[in-house]
C-alpha cells in the first residue's frame, strides 16, 4: 500500500473515531436501574457486611455516589414498584400492597399514569424491564407494555417468583417453557437466563438511548443457588448447617405450592450464594458497558426494594441483614424501608462521594424527568434531587416523607426533620400502637418517645391523616 494512501486512511479512521466518541458524549445518557430484591442494608460489603463479597457493587459505591438516606417506596414489592414508576407515595400510588389475582398476577396499576418509563419513551429512549414485575398480569392495564416498556423477559407475577426453576416465564405476551423444568425437575436456573435477556439488550441497543430496568429476583423467597463455584465457597466457609425443611408444598413435586419455599441442607451458603450472584450480575453488566465504549455515557443505580426478609430459612440474624436498623421487610422501621442506593455517571456525579439528602422512590420520576427535560405529571409527590446528583443548583427538600402497609392489620409512617411516628395495628383501634423516634440521636429507633413528646405525636398524627387518600382496593377503614 503506498504511503501517502496509508497516511489517508489512519487520518480517516481517526477522524470517525473521533466523531463516534463526541456523539456518545453529546447523546442522551443510558440509564440503567438496578433493583435487587429483599436485600437488606447489611447485606453489602462496602456498609459491613463481612460474610458475603459483593466486589462489584462496592465498585459502584466508590466510583458513584451513595445516598444514606435514601428509602424505597413500600416494605414490600408491589406498591414499592408502583411508588417508584408513578412518583406516588403509598396514600396516593394506586397499588399500595400485594394484591394477588388468580391464578397468576397481581391488582393491575392503570394505564392511564404518565410512569417513569412512558417519560423515557416521550424522550426518545429504548425501554426494556427484565426480571419481576408484579404490577399487573399479561393483557390486563398493568402489562409492562401498558406502562412503558417495549420489551418484557422474566417473571409477571411476583407470586411465581418464589420459585427460581420455574416451568416458564413471560417474554412480552408470549409464555416461554424453560428447559428441564416442569415444578418437579429443576434444572435452568431463571434469573440466569433473564441475566442472559438482559445483557442481549444492552447489546442490541448499544447505538440508542435506552432506560433498562432490572428488578432482579435475587435474594427474595426461597433459598435456591446453582451448585457452582460461588456455592462452593460458602458451603466451605460455613460447613455443616441446620437444614431448612420446608412445609407441605414447599418442595418442588406433585404437592408443591407455587408461593412457597424448598427445602435446603445449607441455608446459610445459599443465601450468601445468591446475594453474590447479584453482585455478579451487576459486575456483568458493567463489563458490558465497558466492552462496547458505554460506560461513560451510561448511568447506574442500585438499590434495593426494601429492607432484608425472613423467609424460606434465611438467617437474616446470622448475616446482620438489616445492619444498623430496627426492623424487616414489612416492617415501617428502617429495616424494613431504609435502602441502600448508588448512583454512578461518570463525569457528572463526583466518584465516591456521599449525600444526606432525604430522598425515596418516589422522587425518582421528576429526578428523570428533569434530567431528559421532560414535564412531570401535576400532583405527585416527588421531588427531583438531581442538584443533589449533580452538586449544583439549590435542592428542595421534603417536608415529610409517608408510608402505610396494608397487611399485617395495617401500619402507617411518617418522618419530618427527623422525627418519625410509626403506627401499627390501624385497623384495630383497640389494638393501636404509636410510637415516635429522633432519628438523629436513635437511628435504631430503640427509644419510644411517645408519651414524653405529645405535641410532636399530634403534629406528625395530622401529617398521616392528610397523606392517606382512600383507595376502593386497599382500605384501611371500613368507610372510606
Same mark, same amino acid.
Given at each position: 500500500?503506498?504511503?501517502?494512501?496509508?497516511?489517508?486512511?489512519?487520518?480517516?479512521?481517526?477522524?470517525?473515531?473521533?466523531?463516534?466518541?463526541?456523539?456518545?458524549?453529546?447523546?442522551?445518557?443510558?440509564?440503567?436501574?438496578?433493583?435487587?430484591?429483599?436485600?437488606?442494608?447489611?447485606?453489602?460489603?462496602?456498609?459491613?457486611?463481612?460474610?458475603?463479597?459483593?466486589?462489584?457493587?462496592d465498585r459502584l459505591a466508590r466510583e458513584g455516589m451513595f445516598f444514606t438516606n435514601h428509602y424505597s417506596g413500600a416494605p414490600v414489592c408491589a406498591p414499592s414498584r408502583s411508588a417508584l414508576i408513578t412518583g406516588l407515595h403509598t396514600g396516593h400510588t394506586p397499588v399500595r400492597g400485594n394484591f394477588e389475582v388468580q391464578p397468576e398476577g397481581q391488582y393491575p396499576m392503570p394505564d392511564t399514569l404518565l410512569t417513569l418509563s412512558k417519560i423515557f419513551q416521550q424522550a426518545g429512549y429504548v425501554t426494556g424491564a427484565f426480571g419481576k414485575w408484579g404490577l399487573g398480569f399479561v393483557g390486563t392495564s398493568g402489562d409492562p407494555s401498558k406502562q412503558g416498556f417495549e420489551q418484557f423477559y422474566g417473571y409477571?407475577?411476583?407470586?411465581?417468583?418464589?420459585?427460581?426453576?420455574?416451568?416458564?416465564?413471560?417474554?412480552?405476551?408470549?409464555?416461554?417453557?424453560?428447559?428441564?423444568?416442569?415444578?418437579?425437575?429443576?434444572?435452568?436456573y431463571a434469573p440466569d437466563l433473564i441475566q442472559e435477556k438482559t445483557l442481549a439488550f444492552i447489546e442490541a441497543n448499544q447505538n440508542n438511548p435506552f432506560f433498562l430496568f432490572m428488578p432482579i429476583v435475587m435474594p427474595h423467597a426461597e433459598l435456591a443457588a446453582p451448585d457452582d463455584a460461588i456455592f462452593q465457597k460458602y458451603r466451605a466457609k460455613f460447613g455443616e448447617e441446620k437444614a431448612h425443611i420446608a412445609p407441605k408444598g414447599g418442595d418442588?413435586? +406433585?404437592?408443591?405450592?407455587?408461593?412457597?419455599?424448598?427445602?435446603?441442607?445449607?441455608?446459610?451458603?445459599?443465601?450468601?450464594?445468591?446475594?453474590?450472584?447479584?453482585?455478579?450480575?451487576?459486575?456483568?453488566?458493567m463489563a458490558k458497558l465497558e466492552e462496547l465504549g458505554l460506560s461513560k455515557n451510561t448511568i447506574v443505580i442500585f438499590t434495593s426494594d426494601n429492607g432484608a426478609h425472613f423467609e424460606g430459612g434465611?438467617?437474616?440474624?446470622?448475616?446482620?441483614?438489616?445492619? +444498623?436498623?430496627?426492623?424487616?421487610?414489612?416492617?415501617?422501621?428502617?429495616?424494613?424501608?431504609?435502602?441502600?442506593?448508588?448512583?454512578?455517571?461518570?463525569?457528572?456525579?463526583?466518584?465516591?462521594?456521599?449525600?444526606?439528602?432525604?430522598?425515596?422512590?418516589?422522587?425518582?420520576? +421528576?429526578?428523570?424527568?428533569?434530567m431528559l427535560g421532560e414535564k412531570s405529571p401535576e400532583g405527585i409527590d416527588g421531588i427531583s434531587f438531581l442538584p443533589s446528583l449533580l452538586g449544583k443548583g439549590k435542592q428542595s427538600k421534603h417536608d415529610h416523607l409517608y408510608w402505610e402497609f396494608h397487611e399485617l392489620g395495617g401500619r402507617q409512617a411518617v418522618l419530618?426533620?427527623?422525627?418519625?411516628?410509626?403506627?401499627?395495628?390501624?385497623?384495630?383501634?383497640?389494638?393501636?400502637t404509636v410510637e415516635?423516634?429522633?432519628?438523629?440521636?436513635?437511628?435504631?429507633?430503640?427509644k419510644n418517645l411517645a408519651s414524653e413528646n405529645p405535641q410532636k405525636v399530634a403534629e406528625l398524627e395530622k401529617l398521616i391523616q392528610e397523606a392517606h387518600m382512600p383507595n376502593p382496593v386497599f382500605r384501611f377503614f371500613t368507610r372510606q
Open positions: 500500500m503506498p504511503f501517502r494512501l496509508l497516511i489517508i486512511l489512519i487520518l480517516l479512521v481517526s477522524f470517525s473515531c473521533n466523531n463516534a466518541e463526541e456523539k456518545s458524549n453529546d447523546s442522551p445518557p443510558n440509564v440503567i436501574f438496578i433493583l435487587a430484591d429483599d436485600l437488606g442494608y447489611g447485606d453489602l460489603g462496602f456498609l459491613g457486611q463481612s460474610y458475603i463479597e459483593t466486589p462489584n457493587i409477571n407475577c411476583q407470586r411465581y417468583a418464589h420459585r427460581y426453576y420455574p416451568a416458564y416465564l413471560w417474554e412480552n405476551q408470549t409464555k416461554v417453557n424453560l428447559p428441564g423444568n416442569d415444578w418437579t425437575n429443576k434444572v435452568t418442588y413435586g +406433585p404437592d408443591m405450592l407455587i408461593p412457597g419455599y424448598q427445602s435446603t441442607d445449607h441455608p446459610r451458603a445459599t443465601f450468601a450464594a445468591m446475594v453474590e450472584r447479584t453482585d455478579r450480575y451487576v459486575g456483568e453488566v434465611t438467617d437474616y440474624d446470622f448475616f446482620d441483614s438489616n445492619g +444498623p436498623f430496627r426492623g424487616l421487610k414489612r416492617d415501617l422501621y428502617e429495616g424494613g424501608i431504609h435502602v441502600p442506593m448508588i448512583v454512578k455517571w461518570p463525569g457528572k456525579v463526583k466518584a465516591g462521594s456521599q449525600s444526606d439528602h432525604v430522598s425515596a422512590f418516589w422522587d425518582w420520576l +421528576p429526578t428523570f424527568a428533569e419530618k426533620d427527623g422525627w418519625k411516628l410509626v403506627k401499627y395495628q390501624v385497623k384495630e383501634p383497640a389494638k393501636l415516635l423516634f429522633d432519628l438523629s440521636s436513635d437511628p435504631a429507633e430503640s
